[in-house]
């Protein structure tokens, strides 16, 4: 230690003896501006750009960076913190006033312990490293809640369209049998019957309606933006026919999980943790200080100036209290990320395996729906010509209406799940929506 010591006393002699003082700079990184978007997003990257901009966590995340850069410089400046200047002066005028004078000027800077740079830098460096991936774990949460939002407006659009189109043919459904009916080719009963369909067909509206509104602000509420006129879904995964779970190489499979950013985060973090731990072992003690002192007196008014160059070292001693409280909780810090980081592992994993037998379960179901609703919208066809005919009644004609709806409406929404659950997989695998 002694020679590390005499070593930087060499090196600041020169800039201690003409008084220079010694400051830490920081440079700043360029400040980031977020421009509101002329049009509502198109896509979905579009749209968690917007929700990023407006985003207090990944603002604040971002200005920290500036602060992580700012540590990395002043790691690697010349000492752990700036020189200081200290002024005392020395006379007699309100006792003897003989003449004593005495001016003291001291330049002090702290000194780098050994090791203890090389432990800052990398301390910074990996402080700078895990904030840019927790930036990056906030952009994926942000494209979760944004996929949600998503698919949820696009159900309630779809939900609220096959409404209204209910509505419609209910509508004309009325009018059809109420003149029929006053022409006497119906009972009234069946004019009962269509006018209580289009009672429910308009309150199925109305629910619709709301539902759709509720959506629309949720997604307004999450981006800044009005919901742009069309919902287009991400791209499905190559090859087309997802693979069940356990059907991936496991290093295949090890790599993706790595490549996660909420597991790159906590990786971050316990290499933080390390690093924090080495600078507390190579910073025992407070940082030594070396000072530049100049003096001049005299004794008298007749005795001329004595002047005087001196140098003093402080070295503080450790305090081993302080050192075992602060590696504590350093390695209580440690222990907690390295268990997070072996539970995320298995976490990551069962949500990948999840999202997998969902893509594979939704496109079986969507499949099933569309033969179901082929058959139910044949038999429509078949009853609506019957009744023309009026070889059925009005009541087996809407128990086929009610069928075809409910299969359109089945078959919309396992579309829509098919398309989420594309989304869900790009998720578990920890990927950003991009432009197609």
Not at 261 to 287: K, M
Not at 335 to 360: G, H, K
């Amino acid at each position: 230690m002694r020679t590390c010591l005499l070593r930087q006393i060499a090196r600041l002699l020169p800039l201690l003896l003409t008084l220079g003082s010694l400051g830490v700079q920081a440079q700043d990184l360029p400040a980031t501006s977020s421009g509101s978007l002329a049009s509502p997003p198109a896509t979905l990257a579009d749209a968690l750009a917007q929700a990023s901009a407006r985003d207090p966590q990944a603002a604040q995340l971002n200005e920290r960076l500036n602060q992580a850069q700012a540590g990395i410089d002043l790691a690697r400046s010349l000492t752990p913190g700036p020189a200081a200047v200290s002024l005392n002066h020395l006379n007699d005028r309100l006792q003897q006033n003989q003449g004593r004078r005495e001016w003291e000027v001291e330049v002090a800077s702290p000194l780098w312990l050994p090791g203890q740079q090389g432990a800052s830098q990398r301390h910074a460096e990996r402080t700078l490293a895990e904030l840019q991936a927790r930036l990056a774990l906030r952009q994926l949460e942000l494209a979760g809640a944004l996929r949600e939002q998503w698919w949820q407006l696009a159900q309630a659009r779809a939900a609220r369209e096959l409404a209204q189109q209910r509505l419609q043919t209910a509508n004309d459904l009325a009018q059809s049998v109420q003149r029929r009916y006053q022409s006497g080719d119906v009972a009234r009963v069946d004019a009962n019957l269509a006018h209580a369909e289009r009672l429910s067909a308009q309150a199925e509206a109305l629910d619709a309606d709301t539902a759709l509104l509720q959506a629309q602000q949720a997604y307004t509420a999450l981006t800044g933006m009005a919901p742009p006129p069309s919902l287009p879904p991400e791209p499905a995964p190559d090859p087309a026919p997802a693979t069940l779970p356990g059907a991936a190489s496991t290093d295949t499979a090890a790599t993706e999980l790595e490549a996660h950013p909420q597991w790159q985060a906590l990786q971050r973090a316990v290499d933080l943790a390390n690093s924090r731990l080495t600078l507390l072992d190579n910073s025992r003690r407070d940082a030594p200080e070396l000072a530049l002192r100049w003096t001049t007196q005299r004794g008298d008014a007749l005795s001329p100036y004595d002047q005087a160059v001196g140098i003093k070292l402080t070295v503080p001693l450790a305090s081993s209290d302080r050192v075992r409280q602060d590696s504590a909780g350093a390695r209580a810090e440690l222990a907690q990320a390295d268990r997070e980081l072996a539970q995320t592992r298995t976490r990551l994993a069962q949500a990948l395996q999840s999202a997998q037998t969902e893509l594979v379960t939704t496109r079986a179901q969507q499949a099933l729906a569309a033969q179901r609703s082929a058959l139910t919208a044949d038999n429509l066809k078949l009853a609506q010509r019957a009744f023309d005919l009026g070889e059925q009644d009005l009541a087996t004609l809407l128990r086929a209406r009610s069928a075809d709806h409910e299969a359109r409406a089945w078959l919309t929404r396992q579309t829509f799940a098919y398309q989420a659950a594309v989304s869900h997989l790009q998720q578990a695998k920890g990927l950003l929506p991009t432009q197609p």
